[in-house]
């Protein structure tokens, strides 16, 4: 008995000994980072904030996206990589709108209604596009080895590039659109605010708390997390499992729709492959956060949004933006792979 013992405390010494360094690397990492950012700040006041209120910008756009990439993930364990190229799409049509069909390109009051009614269009139309995907490609596959659905969504992204390329641009140059917010803004102290950082966070949050409440407060959210732990145990209760993931599809591309609004709006400028470069950013946000898990995606998406506002002004430059973001994304998963988050998991064999 007491070799027993003397054994199971020589077995978990070396464990507890690396968690404890790896611990202590994390804790030396980020005072790192911590005594950077404070060095930066005073020297710099003004570009510090200048650079954070555009990483907060940024951060609420990936954190709509991110949404997207959690909402399915954690229902059906599903990693739909077309929805990056979703959020193009919602993009472009939300230039159509806006442009070409209000031509709402100064700041009016019809402007205002149309941009509106433009965020509505959008997201009902990538809402509606990405519940055809989960009838016609997803649903088939449900039940198959977790590669076919995995590069079905691959396919997917294709389609929705060279949909978006050959219908809505005419090939592969960026398309540049006028938007009613420009570039306009006003000063408080020396710090310029961005009227386009007001709108997409006052879009972002009341979009956020919605969602938040259907699944914490309403039968379908209740469903959905049902599902979400065990889909046989929640047909047995009367939930209807299809229905129940067509609607989460649903809110994740309502997600998309409303970013693509904002991008337009904020940015003015759409490419065929927009999806791909922001939809990895918004996936990494996921995961940083703990993928499934949907306050994670939102702080993963707010904090890779200030990383980068904080590298590009005061770092290593635009050039070394995604290199500092995967690089902090696997330093992470070195130490904490379920992400910020996320609960750690266990395979059985």
């Given at each position: 008995?007491?070799q ?5 405390v020589?077995?978990?010494s ?10 202590l ?5 980020l ?5 950077w950012?404070?060095t ?5 006041p ?13 951060g ?7 949404l997207?990439?959690?909402l ?23 230039g ?5 069909w209000?031509?709402a ?11 509106l ?13 990405n519940?055809?995907?989960?009838r ?19 396919g ?14 005419n090939?592969?140059?960026p ?25 997409v966070?006052?879009v ?6 919605a969602?938040?409440?259907?699944i ?6 209740k ?7 065990d889909?046989?145990a ?9 229905r ?13 729709g409303a ?10 400028t759409t490419?065929y ?6 939809g ?9 956060g ?5 306050n994670?995606?939102?702080?993963g998406g707010?904090?890779?949004g200030i ?14 933006s995604?290199t ?10 070195v130490f ?6 996320g ?7």
């Amino acid at each position: 008995m007491a070799q027993t013992m003397v054994e199971a405390v020589e077995t978990r010494s070396p464990r507890a000994t690396r968690e404890l360094v790896e611990r202590l690397i994390g804790w030396l990492l980020l005072g790192a980072v911590g005594i950077w950012l404070l060095t930066e700040l005073v020297k710099d006041p003004q570009g510090f904030v200048q650079d954070l209120l555009t990483g907060v910008n940024n951060g609420a756009l990936y954190a709509l996206i991110a949404l997207g990439y959690t909402l399915v993930y954690g229902i059906i364990e599903l990693i739909n990589f077309s929805h990056g190229d979703l959020f193009m799409l919602a993009a472009v049509v939300s230039g159509i709108v806006t442009v070409n069909w209000f031509g709402a390109t100064s700041f009016t009051l019809g402007a205002v209604v149309a941009v509106l009614l433009a965020l509505v269009i959008a997201m009902a139309a990538a809402a509606a596009l990405n519940v055809a995907a989960e009838r016609v490609a997803y649903r088939r596959l449900r039940r198959a080895p977790k590669l076919a659905p995995l590069i079905t969504a691959v396919g997917l992204s294709f389609i929705y590039q060279w949909f978006g390329q050959q219908r809505f641009m005419n090939g592969s140059a960026p398309k540049s659109w006028p938007t009613m917010i420009g570039s306009n803004g006003f000063m408080v102290g020396s710090v310029k605010i961005y009227w386009s950082l007001l709108i997409v966070v006052g879009v972002t949050l009341p979009l956020l708390a919605a969602i938040t409440w259907v699944i914490a407060s309403t039968r379908a959210g209740k469903a959905m997390r049902a599902t979400a732990q065990d889909q046989d145990a929640a047909r047995l209760m009367g939930i209807d499992v299809d229905r129940t993931i067509s609607f989460t599809f649903a809110l994740g591309g309502a997600m998309a729709g409303a970013a693509g609004l904002l991008y337009m709006q904020s940015v003015g400028t759409t490419k065929y492959d927009l999806g791909f470069q922001l939809g990895l950013i918004a996936f990494t946000a996921a995961v940083l956060g703990g993928i499934g898990n949907m306050n994670g995606a939102v702080i993963g998406g707010f904090l890779i949004g200030i990383v980068q506002g904080l590298n590009d002004g005061l770092g290593f430059g635009q050039k070394w933006s995604q290199t500092v973001v995967f690089t902090i994304l696997i330093l992470l998963m070195v130490f904490k792979p379920e992400g910020l988050l996320g609960n750690p998991t266990t395979e059985k064999v």
